[in-house]
C-alpha cells in the first residue's frame, strides 16, 4: 500500500496517479457523452451528473457584470458604480498583440484542439510527475472560459462562489460538458472575445478593457507587445503577478510570457528579447467606483438613485431582483439632475457652512410642476472618513431612502395650515387676537370624530417670540411676523383633521415614517420632516396647487452583451392638492414673508420669490423654504445628532448669539436659487389682492414659533402623561404641548445621545422661533 507523506499530502506518485485516474476519467466520460457508441460511458456520466441537452443561453451570451453610468440632465457624468468594473469590447478593440499573449501562455494550442486538449493533459501529467507537484494545468481557454461564467454567475456569494469552484468529479464534467458545446456554437473567436471580456485581471479590472484602462490608462485596442504580455501574465495569479505591488515578480512572468510568444512563433525572438528590457511603463488610474466619486457634491444625489433603483417596484418585484439587476450593471441612468442648480447648491453650502462645523447644512431644489430633483447636496461630505467628517447619511431625504430621522420644520409648517384653512374657506383676512402668551384652546378635533384635550390639571401653554408680539393679526401680518398664537388659534378653529389631509395631499410625511401625530402643536412645526419632503411641499404653491411626487431618474438604457434596451422608470404622479385660489393666496402670504418679513435676508431682489423661515425649539434646527415659479428649494441647517444648540456658536467662520431661520438658512437659500435660476426666465406669481389688517409692528429678528421653554413635552404628551412643559395624554390626546417663558428647564428624563439619527429633542409643544 503506497505511504502517505509526512504532511499527509500524496506522495509524487500518487499524485500522478490521481491526475491520470481523474483526467482518464473524464476524458471517458466525454467520450462517452460526445460520441453515442460509448453508450456504457454515457449512462455512468449520467447517473453521476445532469443531462444537458442544449447550451444555457447565458454561456453563449453571459449576463456580464458591468459599470453603471450615472448622468445629470445635460449627460454630464456624475460618477460610476459597479461589483465589477468592465467594459465589454468586441474583438476587433482589442489589441492583436494582446489576442496571441492570452492564448500563447494559457493555451497555445487554442486554435488546433477542440474543448480538451488531450496532447495538453498528458504534456501536464508528464511535467507534474518530473516535478513531484502540480506544476502545470491542464484546462483548455474554453474550459476556463466556462468555469469563469459559472464563478460570474455566482457574484460575491461566497456560498455559490465555492460551489462554482470546487474540485469535484461532477463539476469538471459539467464544465467539460459545456466546454464542447461552446466550442461547437461559438467558435473559437468569440470564444476569445468572451473570455477576455470576462477574466479577472487584478486591481479589481474585469476584462482586459477595464485593466488596459486601470494600469495603462488606454483602451485595450491600444496595448503593444510588451503591455499586451504584462496583463496576459496576470491572469494566472492576479495577486503573484500584481505589478502595482510587485513590480519584479510582474516582470518576470510578463517576460516568461513574451518568450512563450516567440516560442510558438507569434513574434520574433528579436522582438521578445526588445520587451524583455523595455520597463513596465504603468500608467495606472484610480478605480473609479461609487457615490463617493461623484462631482459637484453630487455624492447624496447619487446615493439616493441607487436606493430608487433598489427599492422601486418597477425596477422588479422584490428586493433580491432589483439588486441582481442593480449588481450586473451595465446601466447607463440619465438623471434629472440639474448641473447649474447642483453646482450653485454646492457652491452657496461651502460658503455658508463649513464641512468641520458643529452642525452640518442641506439643500434640495425641485421643479413645480415635475417633481423633478435639480439638486442635492450638504455641508458634511459623502464618504465614511469621520475624521474628515464624512457621512453616509443623507440629511436631505426620508430615513427609508437613506437619510436620517428628519428635522422640525417649525414655523416652515405654518403655510401648509394656511392652505388648509383657506381651502375650507377661510377669509384670507382673517384675524385673531393672537396674545403673547395662551394656553393651547381645548378641545380641539381631531381625525376620526375625536378630540385633543389640553391637561386641565397643567395646561400647555406656548408664547410668541417676542412679548410686544400681541394681536389682534390678521392672516398676512401673522404670517410676515410668524406668529405662532395666531396659528394655533387658527389650526383650533379648522380642526386638526384638514390640516392632517392637506399635508398628505402636499406630500408631507414624517421622514422617520411614522404617522403625524394629532395635537395643535403640529402649526408649529413639530413633526420632523426631511428637506426634499418640504421643497416638494412647497412646489405645491408653485405650481398653483398640483403636487408632483419627487423623481430622480429621467431614463435608463441597459447593456446585455451587444444588445440594449430601455428600462421601464419611476414616473412622477400629480394630482391637485388644493385650488389655484388656495395657492395663490398662500404665494401672496409668503411672498410678503421675503419682502418685509422674517425671510428678507433671502430675497432674491427683481426676481419674484416666496418663502417662509423656521427656527425649532431651543434652535436645535434653523430652515428656510422658498420657491419662484421654476424652482422650490429647502435648506435646513442644525445638528444632525440634536446635541448642539445654535446658541453661542459660529457657522461658516461667522459667530452668532442665536441661529435665525432667515440669518443662515435664509442667505444660503438666496445663493444657491440665484445661481441655480441665472439664466432662466423670471416669471411673476399670480398673486391676489389681500387687504392689510391687523395690528403693524416691527417683524424683529425671529419667526415666532415660541419663545424659551422646554422640549420635553412632546414625549411627555406620547405616553400619556405630564411633563415638563408637556400636555397629558388625556382623551384622545396624542401629542405633549409646551410651557411659555423664556428659561430652558431641566428635561424630567433623558435620552441617550445616540438614540435617534437626525431627530430633534421630543418638541412637540412650542414648535420653533421665528426665523
Same mark, same amino acid.
Given at each position: 500500500?503506497?505511504?502517505?507523506?509526512?504532511?499527509?499530502?500524496?506522495?509524487?506518485?500518487?499524485?500522478?496517479?490521481?491526475?491520470?485516474?481523474?483526467?482518464?476519467?473524464?476524458?471517458?466520460?466525454?467520450?462517452?457523452?460526445?460520441?453515442?457508441?460509448?453508450?456504457?460511458?454515457?449512462?455512468?456520466?449520467?447517473?453521476?451528473? /445532469?443531462?444537458?441537452?442544449?447550451?444555457?443561453?447565458?454561456?453563449?451570451?453571459?449576463?456580464?457584470?458591468?459599470?453603471?453610468?450615472?448622468?445629470?440632465?445635460? @449627460?454630464?457624468?456624475?460618477?460610476?458604480?459597479?461589483?465589477?468594473?468592465?467594459?465589454?469590447?468586441?474583438?476587433?478593440?482589442?489589441?492583436?498583440?494582446?489576442?496571441?499573449?492570452?492564448?500563447?501562455? /494559457?493555451?497555445?494550442?487554442?486554435?488546433?484542439?477542440?474543448?480538451?486538449?488531450?496532447?495538453?493533459?498528458?504534456?501536464?501529467?508528464?511535467?507534474?510527475?518530473?516535478?513531484? &507537484?502540480?506544476?502545470? &494545468?491542464?484546462?483548455?481557454?474554453?474550459?476556463?472560459?466556462?468555469?469563469?461564467?459559472?464563478?460570474?454567475?455566482?457574484?460575491?456569494?461566497?456560498?455559490?462562489?465555492?460551489?462554482?469552484?470546487?474540485?469535484?468529479?461532477?463539476?469538471?464534467?459539467?464544465?467539460?460538458?459545456?466546454?464542447?458545446?461552446?466550442?461547437?456554437?461559438?467558435?473559437?473567436?468569440?470564444?476569445?472575445?468572451?473570455?477576455?471580456?470576462?477574466?479577472?485581471?487584478?486591481?479589481?479590472?474585469? +476584462?482586459?478593457?477595464?485593466?488596459?484602462?486601470?494600469?495603462?490608462?488606454?483602451?485595450?485596442?491600444?496595448?503593444?507587445?510588451?503591455?499586451?504580455?504584462?496583463?496576459?501574465?496576470?491572469?494566472?495569479?492576479?495577486?503573484?503577478?500584481?505589478?502595482?505591488?510587485?513590480?519584479?515578480?510582474?516582470?518576470?512572468?510578463?517576460?516568461?510570457?513574451?518568450?512563450?510568444?516567440?516560442?510558438?512563433?507569434?513574434?520574433?525572438?528579436?522582438?521578445?528579447?526588445?520587451?524583455?528590457?523595455?520597463?513596465? +511603463?504603468?500608467?495606472?488610474?484610480?478605480?473609479?467606483?461609487?457615490?463617493?466619486?461623484?462631482?459637484?457634491?453630487?455624492?447624496?444625489?447619487?446615493?439616493?438613485?441607487?436606493?430608487?433603483?433598489?427599492?422601486?417596484?418597477?425596477?422588479?418585484?422584490?428586493?433580491?431582483?432589483?439588486?441582481?439587476?442593480?449588481?450586473?450593471?451595465?446601466?447607463?441612468?440619465?438623471?434629472?439632475?440639474?448641473?447649474?442648480?447642483?453646482?450653485?447648491?454646492?457652491?452657496?453650502?461651502?460658503?455658508?457652512?463649513?464641512?468641520?462645523?458643529?452642525?452640518?447644512?442641506?439643500?434640495?431644489?425641485?421643479?413645480?410642476?415635475?417633481?423633478?430633483?435639480?439638486?442635492?447636496?450638504?455641508?458634511?461630505?459623502?464618504?465614511?472618513?469621520?475624521?474628515?467628517?464624512?457621512?453616509?447619511?443623507?440629511?436631505?431625504?426620508?430615513?427609508?431612502?437613506?437619510?436620517?430621522? @428628519?428635522?422640525?420644520?417649525?414655523?416652515?409648517?405654518?403655510?401648509?395650515?394656511?392652505?388648509?384653512?383657506?381651502?375650507?374657506?377661510?377669509?384670507?383676512?382673517?384675524?385673531?387676537?393672537?396674545?403673547?402668551?395662551?394656553?393651547?384652546?381645548?378641545?380641539?378635533?381631531?381625525?376620526?370624530?375625536?378630540?385633543?384635550?389640553?391637561?386641565?390639571?397643567?395646561?400647555?401653554?406656548?408664547?410668541?417670540?417676542?412679548?410686544?408680539?400681541?394681536?389682534?393679526?390678521?392672516?398676512?401680518?401673522?404670517?410676515?411676523?410668524?406668529?405662532?398664537?395666531?396659528?394655533?388659534?387658527?389650526?383650533?378653529?379648522?380642526?386638526?383633521?384638514?390640516?392632517?389631509?392637506?399635508?398628505?395631499?402636499?406630500?408631507?410625511?414624517?421622514?422617520?415614517?411614522?404617522?403625524?401625530?394629532?395635537?395643535?402643536?403640529?402649526?408649529?412645526?413639530?413633526?420632523?420632516?426631511?428637506?426634499?419632503?418640504?421643497?416638494?411641499?412647497?412646489?405645491?404653491?408653485?405650481?398653483?396647487?398640483?403636487?408632483?411626487?419627487?423623481?430622480?431618474?429621467?431614463?435608463?438604457?441597459?447593456?446585455?452583451?451587444?444588445?440594449?434596451?430601455?428600462?421601464?422608470?419611476?414616473?412622477?404622479?400629480?394630482?391637485?392638492?388644493?385650488?389655484?385660489?388656495?395657492?395663490?393666496?398662500?404665494?401672496?402670504?409668503?411672498?410678503?414673508?421675503?419682502?418685509?418679513?422674517?425671510?428678507? /435676508?433671502?430675497?432674491?431682489?427683481?426676481?419674484?420669490?416666496?418663502?417662509?423661515?423656521?427656527?425649532?425649539?431651543?434652535?436645535?434646527?434653523?430652515?428656510?423654504?422658498?420657491?419662484?415659479?421654476?424652482?422650490?428649494?429647502?435648506?435646513?441647517?442644525?445638528?444632525?445628532?440634536?446635541?448642539?444648540?445654535?446658541?453661542?456658536?459660529?457657522?461658516?467662520?461667522?459667530?452668532?448669539?442665536?441661529?435665525?431661520?432667515?440669518?443662515?438658512?435664509?442667505?444660503?437659500?438666496?445663493?444657491?436659487?440665484?445661481?441655480?435660476?441665472?439664466?432662466?426666465?423670471?416669471?411673476?406669481?399670480?398673486?391676489?389682492?389681500?387687504?392689510?389688517?391687523?395690528?403693524?409692528?416691527?417683524?424683529?429678528?425671529?419667526? *415666532?414659533?415660541?419663545?424659551?421653554?422646554?422640549?420635553? *413635552?412632546?414625549?411627555?404628551?406620547?405616553?400619556?402623561?405630564?411633563?415638563?412643559?408637556?400636555?397629558? +395624554?388625556?382623551?384622545?390626546?396624542?401629542?405633549?404641548?409646551?410651557? *411659555?417663558?423664556?428659561?430652558?428647564?431641566?428635561?424630567?428624563?433623558?435620552?441617550?445621545?445616540?438614540?435617534?439619527?437626525?431627530?430633534?429633542?421630543?418638541?412637540? *409643544?412650542?414648535?420653533?422661533?421665528?426665523?
Amino acid at each position: 500500500m503506497p505511504k502517505k507523506r509526512s504532511g499527509g499530502g500524496l506522495s509524487p506518485t500518487q499524485q500522478a496517479a490521481k491526475f491520470l485516474g481523474v483526467s482518464v476519467l473524464a476524458g471517458a466520460v466525454l467520450a462517452g457523452i460526445a460520441l453515442p457508441a460509448f453508450g456504457a460511458l454515457g449512462l455512468a456520466a449520467k447517473g453521476s451528473v /445532469e443531462s444537458f441537452d442544449e447550451l444555457p443561453t447565458n454561456l453563449k451570451t453571459p449576463p456580464l457584470s458591468q459599470r453603471t453610468t450615472i448622468l445629470d440632465a445635460d @449627460g454630464g457624468q456624475i460618477a460610476t458604480v459597479y461589483s465589477r468594473d468592465r467594459t465589454v469590447v468586441p474583438l476587433t478593440d482589442m489589441s492583436p498583440y494582446m489576442q496571441k499573449a492570452i492564448v500563447a501562455i /494559457e493555451d497555445s494550442r487554442f486554435y488546433q484542439h477542440g474543448a480538451v486538449d488531450l496532447k495538453g493533459v498528458l504534456r501536464a501529467l508528464n511535467k507534474n510527475v518530473r516535478s513531484s &507537484g502540480v506544476a502545470q &494545468g491542464a484546462s483548455t481557454l474554453t474550459q476556463q472560459y466556462v468555469k469563469n461564467v459559472f464563478v460570474e454567475e455566482a457574484g460575491d456569494d461566497p456560498t455559490k462562489v465555492a460551489q462554482a469552484t470546487q474540485q469535484t468529479l461532477g463539476r469538471k464534467i459539467k464544465e467539460l460538458k459545456y466546454a464542447i458545446q461552446v466550442e461547437e456554437e461559438l467558435g473559437k473567436k468569440k470564444i476569445l472575445e468572451n473570455y477576455l471580456n470576462i477574466t479577472f485581471f487584478g486591481e479589481q479590472a474585469y +476584462g482586459v478593457e477595464a485593466a488596459a484602462q486601470r494600469y495603462f490608462s488606454k483602451p485595450a485596442k491600444d496595448l503593444n507587445l510588451q503591455e499586451s504580455a504584462l496583463l496576459a501574465g496576470i491572469v494566472q495569479s492576479p495577486s503573484r503577478y500584481d505589478p502595482v505591488n510587485d513590480e519584479e515578480e510582474a516582470t518576470k512572468r510578463r517576460n516568461t510570457v513574451l518568450a512563450r510568444m516567440a516560442e510558438v512563433g507569434d513574434v520574433s525572438k528579436a522582438e521578445a528579447d526588445k520587451a524583455m528590457k523595455a520597463p513596465l +511603463g504603468l500608467n495606472t488610474s484610480r478605480p473609479k467606483n461609487g457615490c463617493i466619486t461623484a462631482v459637484k457634491g453630487a455624492g447624496f444625489f447619487c446615493d439616493y438613485v441607487r436606493q430608487v433603483f433598489l427599492t422601486d417596484p418597477v425596477f422588479g418585484k422584490t428586493s433580491e431582483a432589483r439588486a441582481k439587476v442593480w449588481n450586473q450593471g451595465g446601466l447607463t441612468i440619465r438623471t434629472t439632475l440639474d448641473p447649474q442648480a447642483q453646482e450653485s447648491a454646492q457652491t452657496s453650502i461651502a460658503e455658508h457652512v463649513y464641512k468641520s462645523d458643529d452642525v452640518a447644512t442641506a439643500a434640495t431644489i425641485v421643479q413645480p410642476g415635475t417633481g423633478k430633483i435639480l439638486a442635492m447636496g450638504q455641508s458634511r461630505p459623502y464618504g465614511i472618513d469621520v475624521k474628515d467628517h464624512q457621512t453616509t447619511i443623507n440629511l436631505s431625504v426620508n430615513q427609508n431612502m437613506g437619510g436620517g430621522a @428628519g428635522y422640525q420644520p417649525g414655523s416652515t409648517f405654518k403655510p401648509i395650515v394656511a392652505a388648509a384653512a383657506l381651502e375650507g374657506g377661510m377669509p384670507a383676512t382673517k384675524s385673531y387676537s393672537s396674545p403673547y402668551e395662551m394656553e393651547y384652546p381645548s378641545p380641539v378635533s381631531i381625525c376620526g370624530g375625536k378630540n385633543w384635550r389640553n391637561d386641565p390639571a397643567k395646561p400647555a401653554k406656548l408664547t410668541n417670540e417676542d412679548e410686544s408680539e400681541h394681536g389682534p393679526y390678521s392672516m398676512k401680518e401673522a404670517t410676515a411676523k410668524s406668529v405662532n398664537t395666531y396659528y394655533v388659534q387658527m389650526i383650533s378653529d379648522i380642526g386638526i383633521c384638514p390640516v392632517v389631509d392637506m399635508a398628505k395631499k402636499m406630500g408631507v410625511s414624517r421622514a422617520d415614517g411614522g404617522k403625524i401625530v394629532q395635537a395643535p402643536s403640529i402649526a408649529l412645526g413639530t413633526q420632523e420632516m426631511s428637506p426634499l419632503t418640504m421643497a416638494s411641499a412647497y412646489a405645491t404653491f408653485a405650481s398653483r396647487g398640483m403636487y408632483c411626487t419627487p423623481v430622480a431618474i429621467q431614463s435608463i438604457t441597459q447593456t446585455v452583451g451587444n444588445q440594449k434596451k430601455s428600462l421601464q422608470v419611476p414616473k412622477s404622479t400629480c394630482s391637485r392638492a388644493m385650488s389655484r385660489t388656495t395657492a395663490d393666496t398662500v404665494s401672496t402670504l409668503l411672498k410678503g414673508v421675503v419682502e418685509d418679513g422674517t425671510g428678507q /435676508e433671502a430675497g432674491l431682489g427683481s426676481r419674484p420669490s416666496a418663502g417662509k423661515t423656521g427656527t425649532t425649539d431651543s434652535r436645535y434646527a434653523a430652515w428656510f423654504v422658498g420657491y419662484t415659479p421654476n424652482m422650490a428649494g429647502a435648506v435646513w441647517v442644525g445638528d444632525p445628532a440634536h446635541k448642539r444648540r445654535m446658541i453661542n456658536i459660529t457657522i461658516g467662520g461667522v459667530p452668532h448669539d442665536k441661529v435665525y431661520g432667515g440669518e443662515v438658512p435664509g442667505p444660503i437659500w438666496r445663493d444657491m436659487m440665484t445661481g441655480a435660476l441665472q439664466g432662466k426666465p423670471a416669471p411673476d406669481f399670480n398673486l391676489v389682492n389681500i387687504p392689510d389688517g391687523g395690528k403693524s409692528k416691527n417683524p424683529g429678528n425671529d419667526d *415666532g414659533n415660541n419663545g424659551g421653554g422646554t422640549d420635553t *413635552g412632546f414625549i411627555g404628551g406620547l405616553v400619556g402623561g405630564t411633563s415638563t412643559g408637556g400636555v397629558t +395624554g388625556g382623551t384622545d390626546a396624542s401629542t405633549g404641548g409646551t410651557t *411659555g417663558g423664556t428659561t430652558f428647564p431641566t428635561p424630567t428624563f433623558s435620552i441617550p445621545d445616540n438614540l435617534f439619527q437626525g431627530t430633534s429633542n421630543g418638541n412637540g *409643544g412650542r414648535g420653533g422661533r421665528r426665523g
